[in-house]
């Protein structure tokens, strides 16, 4: 779920926190197992991880930039994240650091020059986010922009003389006078401060600005030949714009004389010239309702010859595309629980996979010039994202950097895919992880954890994070599962619209016979099964602990939808949610959103729910969790709430962090152990 739109309700935490929360505020006992049993990974360790999240290679092929997530390791004030830049030697070696904390980079990317250039805030050199460049020895370090918001994306054109970014308009001089005397009002038929590109030639700090007013620059990319861009635009700032009604435009760079591109239906993805800049390939909707943008688009650069050059009878989820030759394409995919490296010709045709499909995950590549080898940021069952070099000739990847290699030293539980078959006949899969110190013949309870989307999925690599503690509760004696019910990424766009008109509906039922398939196979205590979620993942939780209370002991909701109705009022996505997810107008039925309300199915409700969420959230207003709350006191459902200050639709700071998994190690142990 996506980002962008104005703050509906700062006022919600000064009223939420008078009366409502005199006990939701209060920490966990000090009894709970923080720390996890059998040499397993502790809640600490899960907060502690580092993440490779991006790798670029050089494009002669010898050296790797790459970012690094480093959690703050230890108790602060609202500690968060920040994003390390290194390179490594893609022969391998020490990396040499680049940005390291407190201070923060990425969008690394390499200049045809052979230095590297990337994005931060340096405050040395200026108050906002500004394009640097590094040699590859990570020295003689120098500011490229001068942007006076800030850069918010970069590319360089393929002879190196000029840079393209965008940036969003300042405000004008009595704008700033208006808000420091207390006029911030937020009005939402205002017309939005434009985000455009800018061309600055790199020998010049001057830049000019390409793109009228009006428009709000989504995402570009710059022909071969530097004369032009296609530009991914909408003309206002609510998230529903920029996932569904986006457009693709071309752009003079030289006049700034701009035309519509093709007409498009739906999300829209990465767009990418094809090397002689004759072809332009881009990421789409199958149709409007398609709630990813997997699909291959090819078309001429004047915009004719539109095509969908992606099979039919394709089941993955394209995520990533780069062109190898002005006839061929490469593509990385979600195949069912893993990924690929594939090559489709420009035409169509037959997929030929390059690497990919077995315990590497990875969501895109950076090849070489020569297309021989590729960087890529890869995750494992036992490691988070790390940087590798990867080879198009016989596809084998080669690990670079080890930035936990503590985890050597703790015991993880065994994982693995599962398949069963739903009611309809076909196979559904998830990840399965066992408890540590998993005994054969024994039953254990079960912690089912969703994912969020519902177009999300989980792969069969690293899932462990904080509103997702996998390995933190298989140290603590829980088996694990993750099911990738019918909606989900990996299987195409068939799969991805299988719950259309049906929320709640054959999509749980796939989770339930998930969970019997469990039961049969006498891994799990029927009777001790909880389920943990957050977003549409809190949903189903929440749907457990209500219509299917009979199944479930225990439940727990991070920002969890539990009214479809007052959430369509409220979210900042009710068009993405009525056409890619119901793919039904709530004016048309609203009588079935108030059916497939969790708040809808209170009279059969005994199980315990722990609901929690963020106060600054814009996603699933934070009223979703009071009113689920209240009702569930009401009706003398064992329950509790949690409201974190500042988190948006998710949690960012490491105290909240460890606070979340404490309460959910302590809701389940009371109701599936005690």
Not at 489 to 509: C, I, K, P, V
Not at 601 to 608: D, F, I, Q
Request: glycine share 8%.
């Amino acid at each position: 779920m996506k980002r962008y739109s104005p703050f509906l309700f700062r006022f919600l935490p000064a009223l939420l926190f008078i009366g409502l929360l005199s006990t939701a505020v209060s920490h966990p006992s000090a009894t709970l197992q923080l720390q996890a049993q059998h040499a397993g990974l502790s809640a600490e360790d899960v907060v502690a991880v580092r993440t490779v999240s991006a790798a670029v290679m050089s494009p002669d092929g010898r050296h790797v930039a790459y970012t690094v997530t480093r959690p703050p390791l230890e108790d602060a004030d609202r500690a968060r994240s920040t994003v390390e830049l290194f390179i490594v030697a893609a022969g391998g070696g020490d990396p040499v650091p680049v940005i390291t904390h407190p201070q923060s980079a990425s969008a690394p990317q390499w200049l045809p020059d052979g230095r590297l250039a990337f994005t931060a805030r340096l405050t040395d050199h200026s108050n906002q986010v500004q394009v640097y460049a590094v040699n590859a020895a990570a020295e003689n370090l120098e500011k490229l922009t001068n942007a006076e918001t800030g850069v918010m994306q970069f590319a360089v054109s393929a002879d190196g003389s000029t840079l393209i970014y965008r940036s969003r308009d300042a405000e004008t001089e009595e704008q700033r006078q208006r808000r420091s005397l207390g006029y911030d009002m937020m009005v939402f038929s205002d017309a939005p401060r434009a985000i455009r590109l800018f061309a600055q030639p790199l020998d010049t700090p001057e830049s000019r600005a390409l793109t009228p007013d009006g428009w709000l620059v989504q995402d570009f990319a710059v022909s071969p030949n530097g004369d032009e861009a296609i530009v991914r635009k909408t003309t206002n700032p609510l998230a529903d714009y920029d996932l569904m009604f986006s457009e693709l435009h071309r752009v003079n760079l030289n006049t700034g004389a701009h035309s519509l591109l093709t007409e498009t239906a739906g999300k829209l993805g990465a767009i990418r010239y094809s090397p002689d800049g004759a072809q332009i390939a881009f990421l789409g909707a199958k149709v409007f309702s398609d709630p990813l943008p997997q699909r291959i688009f090819v078309l001429n650069r004047d915009g004719s010859n539109v095509r969908d050059i992606t099979p039919d009878d394709y089941h993955g989820t394209i995520e990533w595309i780069g062109w190898k030759d002005n006839r061929n394409i490469w593509f990385t995919a979600v195949e069912s629980t893993r990924t690929t490296l594939n090559e489709i010709a420009a035409t169509g045709g037959r997929i030929s996979r390059i690497a990919g499909g077995e315990l590497e995950i990875f969501s895109g590549i950076s090849p070489d010039a020569r297309g021989r080898t590729f960087a890529a940021a890869v995750n494992q069952r036992t490691h988070p994202g790390e940087a590798f070099v990867g080879s198009f000739r016989n596809g084998t990847f080669t690990r670079l950097t080890h930035h936990n290699s503590w985890l050597s030293e703790r015991s993880l539980g065994r994982q693995e895919t599962v398949r069963w078959y739903a009611s309809d006949g076909h196979w559904m899969e998830g990840v399965l992880v066992y408890p540590v110190g998993y005994e054969e013949g024994e039953r254990y309870p079960l912690a089912v954890l969703p994912h969020g989307g519902p177009e999300g999925v989980d792969l069969d690599g690293w899932n462990t994070r904080a509103l997702y503690p996998v390995h933190f509760l298989a140290a603590n004696g829980y088996v694990v599962f993750m099911p990738n019910y019918r909606g989900s990424a990996g299987r195409g766009s068939w799969f991805t619209m299988a719950n259309h008109r049906d929320l709640g509906g054959r999509e749980f039922e796939d989770v339930l016979l998930g969970i019997d398939f469990l039961e049969d196979k006498g891994l799990i205590d029927p009777d001790r099964v909880g389920m943990s979620g957050t977003s549409y993942g809190g949903y189903f939780s929440a749907w457990a602990g209500t219509r299917h209370s009979y199944r479930f002991a225990a439940a727990i909701t991070f920002a969890g939808l539990s009214n479809w109705i007052s959430f369509t009022g409220t979210t900042d996505i009710p068009v993405e949610m009525m056409h890619t997810h119901w793919d039904l107008s709530i004016f048309d039925n609203m009588g079935q959103y108030w059916d497939r309300s969790p708040v809808a199915h209170l009279e059969n409700a005994r199980t315990p729910i722990l609901v929690a969420t963020g106060l600054a959230d814009e996603r699933v207003h934070p009223e979703q969790a009071i009113q689920l709350y209240n009702f569930l006191r009401l009706r003398e459902v064992p329950t509790d709430l949690i409201l974190y200050p500042r988190q948006p639709h998710g949690l960012l700071e490491r105290a909240h962090q460890l606070d979340f998994m404490a309460r959910v190690l302590d809701w389940f142990d009371t109701y599936l152990k005690d």
